[in-house]
């Protein structure tokens, strides 16, 4: 008989930091998501499902699945950060990010990026 194989993850971060805040800050079941674990598999699966699903050799059927499903996580996720952070802080006078300004993962804060031509262009075609 097969043993189950059980994979372990741990992630050790000093608490003053960017990731440390997360962490703990998902210690605390925000919107009642759950344990830290749960948290972590579910946010995994958002952003990595569609690519394990084709790594394994699954069909297309199953991929297609799983990408909308993660695709559908994500935008409501991007949509909740947009409603809460963004269209509400506009009205409070409160300074937003702009469009070329992303998070320093390093923890250093904000860097400013320049879109390259063909993302201007993609940001006037949709609206952006």
Known sequence: MEQNQKVILSIKRTADTIDGQIINYLQTEPFGLGKLPEIV???LKEY????TICDAGAGSKELR???IWAIKRLEAQAALI????LESSADSGEPMLNDSQLWDESGDGLF???PSEDLKQINRLFGV
């Open 65 to 67: 699945r799983g990408a």
């Open 48 to 51: 990595w499902l569609p690519f």
């Open 41 to 43: 598999m579910m946010t």
């Open 112 to 114: 400013t990026i320049e």
């Open 82 to 85: 947009r409603e809460t952070f």
